[in-house]
Structure formats: structure tokens, C-alpha cells
């Protein structure tokens, strides 16, 4: 079973819908919390951070975390064809300045806005 | 200010022939990862530097070997190529920022399919 589990997709959403983005993982060390967006071909980049649970927003997205549940979300409000893209969650244990940073990675959600 | 930059960005191999997959951050980071991304699997750390000099195996490790040539430069060898290895191959890099944690910052990544 893998530690980090997400749906991939794809998901095809209108313009101007509430998107919802989920992984779920099995690591109660777990405790950096992270999404990333992949336009294709490119690398990903980060979009959000979140340490242990909470949420927290970042204009038209939110990410929360509940660790209770070892289930974390990306929402996307006021989606546009511009939010198309694979979508990563990322999470790591306790982080160190010399240990690197151990991320392990969902397997991504592809999303398409269409206009 | 260039970021991640790999090369080369898409390359052809045969079963059994070597190459060097090159990579330089000019963000001057500590840290430097090379990832695997494959379709199903996700991203997979390979090897990783948590500092010049030191060099660490990640998740699949195997079939390959790294370089930390200098603070910038991070190298991944291929040193007898084989159809597994077709894959999505990123750099990255990462910085420790404290109470954030490592922000890793990927590069644009390397297509590489062994025949």
C-alpha cells in the first residue's frame, strides 16, 4: 500500500466551479504538508504549504489539513482554464537542515477547466 | 535568474549505454534531489545531497549513481541503461528556511526513453 494515495483523475470542471483536490496517507510522522502544480511538460511548483492541521488560504485556494483523519484537500475556488494542470500533494516528517527534505509524493490529479 | 536548470532535455538511449543526466542551481542551495516521475508512480526520489559532500540514496536508488561536483552542481549516471529506466527525470534543489521548512524548487525536466 502506499503511503500517500490520490486520485488521479482526470477531472474535467466549467469555469468558474469550486474545485476539490484529496489525498490521504498512512504516515502519522507526517507533520509538512504540501501541493504542487505540473503544467505539462514543465516541472512542478509550489503552491501551498501547511504545517500539522489547520487550513490556509492563498487568494482563490485553500488547503487544509486534518491529521486526525491523515486526510489533507486543495480547493480551488473560481476555477479557470489557467488552473488546468496535474495537481501533486506532497507530504515529509520532521525536517532537518542537514537531513534534506524527504518528500514523498502523491501520484497527481489531472485537471482541466473548461471555458 | 535561472533556477533548476538540467540538461539534456530529451535523449535517446540504447540497453546498456551510459550517460550523465547534468544539473545547476544558481539559487545557492544546499540540498539537491534527483526525481523520477512515471505514470502511476508518481515522483520518486533517486538520490539527493543534503550538502556539498555528502550524497544519500533515496527510494530507488538502483542503476544509478550522483555526483555533488560543487554547491551548484548535482549529476545523475546512468552507467549501463535499460528499458526501465524510461522515465521523467527532475532535478531539484531546496533551501532550509526554519519554521518553513525546505522549499524544494524543481527543474524542467529530462525526457529519457532507453530502446
Known amino acids: 500500500q502506499k503511503e500517500v494515495e490520490q486520485d488521479p483523475g482526470p477531472l474535467s470542471v466549467p469555469e468558474g466551479a469550486i474545485v476539490s483536490l484529496n489525498c490521504t496517507y498512512s504516515?502519522?510522522?507526517?507533520?509538512?504538508f504540501m501541493w504542487y502544480r505540473q503544467y505539462s511538460r514543465k516541472g512542478p511548483e509550489l503552491l501551498m504549504y501547511?504545517?500539522?492541521?489547520g487550513n490556509k488560504e492563498d487568494g482563490r485556494f485553500t488547503a487544509q489539513v486534518d491529521k486526525s483523519s491523515k486526510y489533507i484537500s486543495l480547493f480551488i475556488r473560481d476555477s479557470q482554464p489557467s488552473d488546468s494542470a496535474t495537481y501533486l500533494c506532497a507530504m515529509s516528517g520532521r525536517l532537518g537542515e542537514t537531513s534534506g527534505s524527504r518528500l514523498t509524493f502523491g501520484e497527481g490529479t489531472q485537471l482541466t477547466v473548461n471555458p | 535568474n535561472a533556477g533548476v536548470t538540467q540538461t539534456p532535455k530529451f535523449q535517446v538511449l540504447k540497453t546498456g549505454q551510459s550517460m550523465t543526466l547534468q544539473c545547476a542551481q544558481d539559487m545557492n542551495h544546499n540540498s539537491m534531489y534527483w526525481y523520477r516521475q512515471d505514470p502511476g508512480m508518481g515522483l520518486r526520489l533517486i538520490y539527493y545531497s543534503a550538502s556539498e559532500g555528502t550524497t544519500d540514496k533515496g527510494e530507488v536508488p538502483n542503476g544509478y549513481n550522483v555526483s555533488r561536483l560543487n554547491k551548484r552542481e548535482f549529476s545523475l549516471r546512468l552507467e549501463s541503461a535499460a528499458p526501465s529506466q524510461t522515465s521523467v527525470y527532475f532535478c531539484?534543489?531546496?533551501?532550509?528556511?526554519?519554521?518553513?521548512?525546505?522549499?524544494?524548487?524543481f527543474g524542467e525536466g529530462s525526457w529519457l526513453t532507453v530502446v
Open positions: 501547511t504545517y500539522s492541521s
Open positions: 504516515n502519522s510522522a507526517f507533520q509538512y
Open positions: 531539484a534543489s531546496s533551501i532550509w528556511t526554519g519554521g518553513s521548512g525546505n522549499t524544494i524548487y
